[in-house]
C-alpha cells in the first residue's frame, strides 16, 4: 500500500490531502489496480468510460487512428499521471481514443462518480478532490492549446521547432520520451521527411541529438 501512497501523492488530484485519509478515500472511490505489459490495450476506442486512470508505475500513449488506420500519437503519460478525466467529466461515455501501456505499466481506476459523490462517512476530503479535478482540467486544456499551436505550424520545421520550444522549457539539453516514429505520430508528419528535416536542421548547426536526447545551439 505505501508504494500506492507514493505514487499518489505526487498527482494533483490528491492536494492537501494527508497521507492518513488516502487510505480511506481508495475505499470510498472503489479503486483497483491491473498490471499491462508492454503494448498491451488498456482502454480501447469505443470503450465505455466509467473510471479514471491513474498510472501507479510505468507509461502510457493515447493514440486516435483514423479511417485510413493512420495513427496520431495525442499524448505519453508517466507515473502519477491521469487519463480519462477529461472524457469523464465531459459527459462523454465511450473513449474516442484508444490507450496503450508503452511499458510495463500498474494502473489504479478511480470511481468518477464515487468522488463527485459525498460517501456514508461524509468524508472532507470529497469537496477538496473536487476542487483539484478541476484544477487539473484547466491544466489539461492548456496543453491542448500547446498541442494546437504546434500542429498550427505550416512546415515540418516550424513544428519541430515549436515543439522542442514547448517541451524542453528552459533546458537547452533534453530528452524526448518518443523514438522517431511515435514523434512524427505525435506531430502528425510524414517520419522520413522529418528524419529529413532533423538532419538539415544539425548540418546547419541549429541542433544537436543522438538517439532521442536533443541539444538547442
Not at 67 to 90: K, P, R, W, Y
Request: glycine share 6%; charged share 25%; aromatic share 8%.
Amino acid at each position: 500500500m505505501s508504494r500506492i501512497f507514493e505514487a499518489m501523492k505526487d498527482n494533483p488530484l490528491w492536494d492537501g490531502i494527508g497521507p492518513n485519509d488516502l487510505e480511506s478515500m481508495i475505499r470510498c472511490t472503489i479503486s483497483k489496480t491491473k498490471i499491462y505489459n508492454r503494448g498491451d490495450t488498456v482502454l480501447l476506442s469505443g470503450d465505455a468510460v466509467n473510471d479514471i486512470g491513474l498510472i501507479l508505475s510505468g507509461g502510457v500513449k493515447i493514440i486516435k487512428e483514423d479511417a485510413d488506420g493512420n495513427i496520431a500519437i495525442l499524448a505519453e503519460l508517466f507515473a502519477s499521471e491521469l487519463f480519462c478525466e477529461v472524457f469523464i467529466c465531459a459527459g462523454i461515455d465511450h473513449s474516442p481514443v484508444t490507450v496503450q501501456a508503452s511499458e510495463i505499466s500498474e494502473i489504479m481506476f478511480i470511481n468518477y462518480k464515487k468522488i463527485i459523490t459525498s460517501c456514508e462517512c461524509t468524508c472532507g476530503c470529497h469537496s477538496k478532490l473536487i476542487g483539484n479535478m478541476l484544477k487539473i482540467l484547466a491544466q489539461k486544456n492548456l496543453l491542448l492549446h500547446q498541442k494546437i499551436e504546434i500542429l498550427s505550424k505550416r512546415t515540418t520545421r516550424e513544428k519541430l521547432l515549436s515543439f522542442f520550444d514547448i517541451y524542453r522549457g528552459k533546458a537547452k539539453k533534453f530528452s524526448m520520451p518518443f523514438n522517431r516514429m511515435e514523434m512524427a505520430q505525435y506531430l502528425c508528419v510524414d517520419r522520413s521527411a522529418m528524419s529529413n528535416e532533423l538532419s538539415k536542421m544539425r548540418n546547419e548547426g541549429l541542433i544537436k541529438y543522438k538517439k532521442s536526447t536533443f541539444e538547442i545551439i
